[in-house]
């Protein structure tokens, strides 16, 4: 049962534009959530989060949207720069108390690709 | 620098026998997971600590799986008569709860090959 799920394998976007990585959830007792990058054979890398008091949390370059009625989150990144390239993931931990508080529960990934 | 650390990077054992993986997590973090990855998918949980005490285990830690956090510091993983189903990237992460949020931070991850 997947819980959090990413649809998109992979995502190609020219330097500058804006990329939209998109995550949906299925746990309502879901209430924080993360996205990390990754480069291959390193570990994640902590970005940005939102917890579900918010519907918008912003760094930078990176912005996280939160739908808590469509269980949906997307993590925008502008402008893209050919660094950004790598995998993608959203994760998911419930509230405190919850069984699902702490432990991250993570999408399958998407590949982005950000060319010059 | 004060990120967390893993060791090894890279293991490759025979089948059957038995590995063991150290983390060391940053220095006031009190919470420290292990994660276990495989191609194509994302990190999935094992198990965590908090202090000292492993206060979860997920039901894909068998019985040849064990992790031990001794003083609340540094955490090994275990596994016994590995299979060739072990192989994979082994992540640790730690955390200090604040405001009730829980930001995990992963270490470089080990590598662990089974042949």
């Known amino acids: 049962d997947q819980q959090v799920k990413q649809n998109s394998p992979s995502l190609s976007v020219q330097e500058g534009r804006i990329s939209i990585l998109n995550c949906d959830y299925t746990n309502s007792m879901f209430d924080y959530f993360l996205w990390y990058k990754k480069y291959p054979a390193e570990g994640p890398t902590f970005l940005i989060s939102?917890?579900?008091?918010?519907d918008k949390n912003e760094d930078g370059r990176f912005t996280v949207f939160l739908n808590k009625s469509a269980k949906h989150l997307s993590l925008h990144i502008v402008p893209s720069q050919p660094g950004d390239s790598a995998v993608y993931f959203c994760?998911?931990?419930?509230?405190?108390?919850?069984?699902?508080?702490?432990?991250?529960?993570f999408g399958q990934g998407t590949i982005l690709t950000v060319h010059p | 620098d004060t990120g967390v650390s893993q060791d090894p990077r890279h293991k490759i054992t025979k089948r059957g026998q038995n590995v063991t993986f150290r983390c060391d997590p940053i220095?006031?973090?009190?919470?420290l997971y292990w994660y276990r990855q495989t191609l194509g998918q994302g990190p999935e949980f094992l198990t965590y600590?908090?202090?000292?005490?492993?206060?979860?285990k997920s039901r894909l830690l068998s019985d040849r799986f064990s992790a031990e956090r001794p003083k609340g510091s540094f955490s090994t993983l275990e596994i016994q008569r590995t299979e060739q189903g072990d192989s994979a990237m082994y992540l640790c992460?730690?955390?200090?709860?604040?405001?009730?949020?829980?930001?995990?931070?992963f270490g470089p991850g080990t590598r662990l090959t089974v042949l």
């Open positions: 994760a998911a931990s419930g509230r405190a108390g919850g069984t699902s508080y702490g432990k991250l529960t």
């Open positions: 939102i917890s579900s008091i918010k």
């Open positions: 992460a730690s955390s200090l709860v604040a405001g009730g949020l829980d930001t995990q931070y």
């Open positions: 220095s006031e973090h009190n919470r």
């Open positions: 600590f908090q202090n000292e005490a492993q206060l979860e």
